[in-house]
């Protein structure tokens, strides 16, 4: 239907809004705007896969790839924040899916669900919602984004100009930048996997072949699960530069929802200990909160998750200087208490190890080339010990992250917009510049009132932007700006 509802525009045609990427950002701020609109809007979502609502992240059909936190925080509408679990009872899938259950009592559900249920909310709302708001799939690419005073104009890859009042950049998770060391030759060799999500690829892989593993991460998490799902008996080498792997979800759920804890004002960690400006302070706060909560008998979860909700206000009032340390000394210790991995991955994790077959190192890749049978050699150098070593891999698996660095995503939109200056890129290197509204900042330093930015590319700014959560809050923070806007202009 969005098909043939795209093929039957005009060569030029204008939307109140057009919304770049179909993800889980696109698609939930098209479901809020048709809810909350204060008249019927044209809303456009620019997006080349077949169904909105799925993206990278939700696309994966893998049955062991599982969301990072319960089914209560996956929140897309605030009046309804119980609407992913009770369309799971719907599905029958708390019944049948009986492995997504944890110890504690919560529900992981499977990723590919979560992405069934975005696309059939979309859809849901597509074809009725409360202010008329016409919702279109356009199934294209976006290839370039003019921006003047108070309209967008956005150039398909077929050659069709859309213009917008209002243009938002809500595209999610691009491929993972290539390490420089596996640049050239060696990214050529059958053996090197650039897309740590080509399961086809993945499943194809000898059974017994050495494998390397670039990060220790959430990515590589998944990946190895599916290379467990699939009966890979070979050894399996983890390597970051810190050797982290994602910490264990919270024993003891908060009885809080995600949402009751967002909305607080001021957050609990700023209630308690002040806005502070320095990283030394926070991380001496949070030690402390830490302690405390140990003598009560409770684990490290909760303090940390009061930090996590401050963030968003905390980040934004850091000095630059103390960003930038932070994203050197501190980013990848956050990052596996933040992004915890879901029980059942850790199991598989667990099991490996044990048997012998997982190995976690810290170390730097010096070198890597060609080997015989399209394999990869590479040189490893331990960050503990001054030691070298070399080793042969059936397979190299890139899962060192998303790429949210706009000068070299091989987004044509994000490096069009960084290259114009219409909208600038943080100074830590992670997405673009916004304001408190998620309004780009051009070269000028003035907000674009005509483009918006939001999702894990406003990471820079506001540090808590990539997940489902989060992206569900700063939606729902700028809605009041964004629907007066619309409705002013």
Same mark, same amino acid.
């Given at each position: 239907m969005? $098909?043939?509802?795209?093929?039957?525009m005009?060569?030029? =045609?204008?939307?109140?809004?057009?919304?770049?990427?179909?993800? @889980?950002?696109?698609?939930?701020?098209?479901?809020?705007?048709?809810?909350?609109? %204060? %008249?019927?809007?044209?809303?456009?979502?620019?997006?080349?896969?077949?169904?909105?609502?799925?993206?990278?992240?939700?696309?994966?059909?893998?049955?062991?790839?599982?969301?990072?936190?319960?089914?209560?925080?996956?929140?897309?509408?605030?009046?309804?924040?119980? !609407?992913? =679990?009770?369309?799971?009872?719907?599905?029958?899938?708390?019944?049948?899916?009986?492995?997504? +259950?944890?110890?504690?009592?919560?529900?992981?559900?499977?990723?590919?669900?979560?992405?069934?249920?975005?696309?059939?909310?979309?859809?849901?709302?597509?074809?009725?919602?409360?202010?008329?708001?016409?919702?279109?799939? *356009?199934?294209? %690419?976006?290839?370039?984004?003019? &921006?003047?005073?108070?309209?967008?104009?956005?150039?398909?890859?077929?050659?069709?100009?859309?213009?917008?009042?209002?243009?938002?950049?809500?595209?999610s998770?691009?491929?993972?930048?290539?390490?420089?060391?596996?640049?050239?030759?060696?990214?050529?060799?059958?053996?090197?996997?650039?897309?740590? +999500?080509?399961?086809?690829?993945? $499943?194809?892989?000898?059974?017994?072949?050495? /494998?390397?593993?670039?990060?220790?991460?959430?990515?590589?998490?998944?990946?190895?699960?599916?290379?467990?799902?699939h009966?890979?008996?070979?050894? /399996?080498?983890?390597?970051?530069?810190t050797?982290l792997?994602?910490? !264990?979800?919270?024993?003891m759920?908060?009885?809080?929802?995600? +949402?009751?804890r967002?909305?607080?004002?001021?957050?609990?960690? *700023?209630?308690?200990?002040?806005?502070?400006t320095?990283?030394?302070?926070?991380?001496?706060c949070?030690?402390?909160?830490?302690?405390?909560?140990?003598?009560?008998?409770?684990?490290?979860?909760?303090?940390?998750?009061?930090?996590?909700?401050?963030? %968003?206000?905390?980040?934004?009032?850091?000095?630059?200087?103390?960003?930038?340390?932070?994203?050197? =000394?501190?980013?990848?210790? @956050?990052?596996?208490?933040?992004?915890?991995?879901a029980?059942?991955?850790?199991?598989?994790?667990?099991? @490996?190890?044990?048997?012998?077959?997982?190995?976690?190192?810290?170390?730097?890749i010096?070198?890597?080339?060609?080997?015989?049978?399209?394999?990869?050699?590479v040189?490893?150098r331990?960050?503990?010990?001054?030691?070298t +070593?070399?080793?042969?891999?059936?397979?190299?698996?890139n899962?060192?992250?998303?790429? &949210?660095?706009?000068?070299?995503?091989?987004?044509? /939109?994000?490096?069009?917009?960084?290259?114009?200056?219409? $909208?600038?890129?943080?100074? &830590?290197?992670h997405?673009?510049?916004?304001?408190?509204?998620?309004?780009? /900042?051009?070269?000028s330093?003035?907000?674009?009132?005509?483009?918006?930015? *939001?999702?894990?590319?406003?990471?820079?700014?506001?540090?808590?932007?990539?997940?489902?959560?989060?992206?569900?809050?700063?939606?729902?923070?700028?809605m009041?700006?964004?629907?007066? $806007?619309?409705?002013?202009?």
């Open positions: 969005a $098909a043939e509802r795209f093929i039957k005009p060569f030029s =045609h204008a939307f109140d809004v057009l919304i770049i990427g179909g993800g @889980y950002s696109g698609a939930a701020l098209a479901v809020r705007l048709s809810r909350e609109a %204060r %008249r019927a809007l044209s809303v456009g979502v620019i997006e080349p896969r077949d169904e909105v609502g799925k993206g990278v992240a939700y696309s994966a059909v893998h049955p062991d790839y599982r969301l990072n936190g319960p089914d209560a925080v996956h929140i897309v509408m605030p009046d309804r924040p119980n !609407d992913f =679990h009770d369309w799971l009872q719907r599905e029958g899938i708390l019944e049948a899916d009986f492995k997504g +259950w944890a110890g504690s009592g919560v529900f992981f559900a499977r990723r590919a669900d979560f992405g069934r249920y975005m696309a059939e909310l979309f859809q849901g709302h597509q074809a009725v919602n409360g202010t008329g708001t016409d919702l279109i799939h *356009i199934h294209a %690419r976006a290839m370039s984004l003019v &921006t003047g005073h108070d309209f967008s104009m956005v150039t398909l890859d077929k050659g069709q100009q859309l213009t917008a009042r209002l243009a938002v950049l809500a595209t998770n691009e491929m993972p930048a290539v390490p420089k060391t596996f640049q050239g030759d060696v990214r050529l060799q059958s053996g090197f996997f650039p897309n740590p +999500w080509d399961l086809d690829r993945l $499943a194809a892989l000898v059974p017994d072949a050495p /494998i390397l593993v670039l990060g220790t991460g959430l990515t590589a998490a998944d990946v190895i699960t599916a290379l467990a799902f009966g890979h008996t070979g050894p /399996i080498d983890a390597v970051s530069r050797g792997l994602p910490m !264990d979800q919270n024993p759920p908060d009885k809080e929802t995600m +949402w009751e967002f909305l607080q004002k001021p957050p609990r960690f *700023i209630k308690k200990h002040g806005a502070l320095n990283v030394a302070d926070i991380l001496r949070l030690r402390r909160d830490i302690v405390d909560r140990a003598a009560e008998g409770k684990t490290w979860h909760g303090a940390f998750d009061d930090l996590r909700d401050a963030v %968003r206000t905390l980040w934004t009032d850091l000095p630059l200087a103390e960003q930038q340390r932070f994203r050197r =000394h501190l980013k990848s210790w @956050y990052e596996t208490r933040r992004f915890r991995i029980p059942q991955v850790q199991a598989v994790l667990d099991d @490996y190890q044990k048997a012998g077959r997982l190995t976690i190192s810290a170390a730097r010096t070198s890597a080339r060609r080997s015989e049978g399209g394999g990869v050699a040189t490893f331990s960050r503990a010990q001054d030691v +070593w070399e080793k042969n891999y059936g397979a190299v698996i899962c060192t992250g998303l790429n &949210t660095s706009p000068d070299d995503s091989g987004n044509p /939109i994000m490096e069009q917009l960084a290259f114009t200056g219409a $909208a600038i890129p943080h100074p &830590t290197g997405g673009f510049l916004v304001d408190r509204e998620c309004r780009a /900042i051009s070269a330093g003035e907000p674009q009132a005509a483009l918006r930015i *939001i999702g894990p590319l406003t990471r820079g700014t506001f540090m808590e932007s990539g997940s489902v959560p989060a992206i569900s809050y700063q939606i729902h923070k700028i009041p700006d964004v629907l007066a $806007a619309l409705n002013a202009s």
